[in-house]
């Protein structure tokens, strides 16, 4: 089939013009809080006498891919974020258009014991988003936070880690979402594709097993029959009644520390469960590249069929990097192991709050 692009520059469609032109085109889908991009490189050299119109600062840059013989897929709305010029040639790099410069920009503000999601919902009013939050994620009472010369896309990132989960400006919308879930926020499991080894363009794909904790002990690989149970994880508080520090523990030893002693328990609890099912989903990691499919995109599950003995089966797309030359189209996959059952830290929190009589939100 015959690769094809779409170009669209402030609603204009500019295809025809850059076509002639146009070197490479590559967009790269991220999950999680990363922001999207697409760069486009072109032939920078006059022609009858002229150099290509190129966009400012600030453009909004519709992209579509596809195939002739099918048709274009929508590939994302993308602001011009800067503008590199060469010795004869040019790469326009663009960020999601969803990354309003507001959600950008630094501020101050203090919060204390407020729900998760008024944080959340007020910070995505006061920049023009629509709010959707997982069910799951409310009533989750943040007892005291500052945002201190932070902008509040740094601010949501780092507030919603603690809970394991991610806050992401998508399609006009600014959600709240468990991370690594394999469903989207109204609880529907994300789309999933299915792969051969010989659907990867010459044999190129990657899987890479680490397990190992703090003393340098290295788990079973998974699906092995006498696999070793990776290590827990370990927080620390320092309980004010008892005048002593106290931890909070999930898995079993070997116990890997966390860094920092945390506020509470109810701090120390979300550390501990956010931490436990990091550690999860880094134990394996896989890539490959595979013919242009404009359909691929982050957070969608991958299914690995008739692979090697101890490749696992089950993963969950990081990153989709599709590029589109004259050499023809291809999509590239990062991809992190895939665990359905996972520890809810915002539902753990839940149940110590209510044991401390928190607030009635719990």
């Known amino acids: 089939m015959r690769p094809i692009f779409a170009i669209h520059r402030n609603g204009n469609d500019v295809t025809e013009n850059l076509a002639p032109r146009v070197v490479s085109i590559e967009i790269t889908d991220e999950a999680e809080s990363k922001s999207d991009t697409l760069a486009i490189e072109l032939i920078d050299r006059p022609e009858n006498g002229r150099y290509p119109d190129l966009p400012d600062a600030g453009d909004k840059i519709t992209a579509y891919l596809g195939y002739e013989e099918t048709s274009l897929t929508f590939m994302g709305e993308y602001i011009v974020d800067a503008v590199t010029m060469g010795d004869g040639d040019v790469v326009i790099d663009c960020k999601s258009a969803d990354m309003v410069e507001s959600y950008r920009t630094p501020r101050d503000q203090s919060w204390n014991r407020k729900d998760l999601a008024d944080i959340v919902t007020e910070v995505g009013d ?28 740094g601010f949501l990132t780092r507030i919603s880690e603690t809970y394991d989960a991610v806050a992401r400006p998508t399609a006009g919308k600014l959600v709240l979402a468990k991370r690594g879930s394999g469903k989207s926020v109204s609880g529907q499991t994300l789309p999933s594709i299915t ?8 044999g190129d794909w990657s899987y890479q097993y680490s397990a190992r904790d703090d ?41 890997r520390d966390l860094r920092y002693s945390h506020r509470d328990e109810v701090d120390a609890t979300a550390a501990a469960n956010a931490a436990a099912n990091q550690q999860t989903r880094a134990v394996g990691t896989f890539s490959t590249t595979l013919e242009g499919d404009p359909g691929i995109a982050a957070e969608a599950l991958l299914t690995l069929k ?23 189209y291809k999509t590239s996959v990062d991809c992190e192991i895939y665990e359905e059952k996972q520890s809810s830290p915002s539902k753990e929190v839940k149940k110590v709050a209510a044991e401390k009589g928190w607030p009635h939100e719990y």
């Open 126 to 153: 006061r920049n023009g988003y629509e709010v959707v939050i997982d069910p799951d994620l409310k009533g989750v009472i943040v007892d005291h936070v500052d945002q201190f010369q932070e902008s509040d896309m």
């Open 215 to 255: 003393k340098g002990k290295a788990s079973g690989i998974p699906g092995e029959e006498k696999s070793k149970e990776a290590g827990g994880v370990r927080a620390s508080y320092h309980d004010l009644k008892l005048g002593k520090k106290q931890t909070v523990e999930i898995g079993k030893p070997p116990f």
């Open 195 to 202: 792969i051969r080894p010989e659907d990867t363009i010459g």
């Open 306 to 328: 008739s692979w090697r003995p101890r490749v696992p089966v089950s993963w969950r797309i990081k990153t989709a990097k599709h590029s589109f030359s004259s050499g023809g």
